[in-house]
């Protein structure tokens, strides 16, 4: 069945960078574009960036826009979110998900967990 | 804020029916983008309810449907059961934004 495993999160200083990693499974990771959407404590889903299936187009949040980068390895099947000069603001959980579909438009079909970063200032 | 408007929070009693709305605008879901819905219980993995405005995954109940209208769409739930008690989102594309992926602000679904 599909697995989606992120990890990589934790507690980190203002200003400070770390990298998320989402490791897919059973599914042809290659062939999939992801997503990565946070929640911050007490708050509703935030999309964060999306990645086409081949790394050819990647876009952003406005909130993250020049400070994260999406990437995916297709031959580690595994998708990464560098994180840079991390803020307050971005304490949330970090879920991946995969795409179906044509974009703009399809859906977010499998999840994973989530990761927890917590910034501290 | 967010683009797509729900209500923050609904209740009703197991068996009953309830509709939880996402209202949005010309830019998003009355321009053609379809809506999708998702479930979610805190510390778990948001779960895929409604794509494509009505269509249902494999596995998801039938008490789950899904409308579109205009700028609007509807998630309903008929004989609520306690195992409905959750967040639920809409979510969308938006012509006007960076990435143009839109969530709702979520709906907490409480069954009495």
């Known amino acids: 069945q599909v697995q989606l495993v992120e990890s990589g999160g934790g507690v980190v200083q203002s200003g400070r960078s770390l990298r998320l990693s989402c490791a897919g499974s059973?599914?042809?990771?290659?062939?999939?574009?992801m997503h990565w959407v946070r929640q911050a404590p007490g708050k509703g889903l935030e999309w964060v960036a999306v990645?086409?299936?081949?790394?050819?187009?990647?876009y952003y949040a406005d909130s993250v826009k020049g400070r994260f980068t999406i990437s995916k390895d297709n031959s580690k099947n595994t998708l990464y979110l560098q994180m840079n000069s991390l803020r307050a603001e971005d304490t949330a959980v970090y879920y991946c998900?995969?795409?179906?579909?044509?974009?703009?438009?399809?859906?977010?079909?499998?999840w994973g967990q989530g990761t927890l970063v917590t910034v501290s200032s | 804020q967010s683009v797509l408007t729900q209500p923050p929070s609904l209740s009703g009693a197991p068996g009953q029916r309830v509709a939880i709305s996402c209202t949005g605008s010309?830019?998003?879901?009355?321009?053609?983008?379809?809506v999708n819905w998702y479930q979610h219980l805190p510390g778990t993995a948001p779960r895929l309810l409604i794509y494509?405005?009505?269509n249902r995954p494999s596995g998801v109940p039938d008490r789950f449907s899904g409308s579109k209208s205009g700028t609007s769409a509807s998630l309903a739930i008929t004989g609520l059961q306690a195992e409905d008690e959750a967040d639920y989102y809409c979510?969308?594309?938006?012509?006007?934004?960076?990435?143009?992926?839109?969530f709702g602000g979520g709906t907490k679904l409480t069954v009495l």
């Open positions: 990645i086409w299936y081949d790394g050819s187009n990647k």
């Open positions: 059973g599914f042809t990771f290659r062939s999939y574009g």
């Open positions: 494509g405005n009505n």
């Open positions: 998900a995969t795409h179906y579909g044509n974009y703009p438009s399809g859906f977010f079909d499998y």
């Open positions: 979510q969308s594309y938006d012509s006007s934004l960076s990435g143009s992926v839109v």
């Open positions: 010309s830019s998003n879901i009355g321009g053609s983008f379809d």
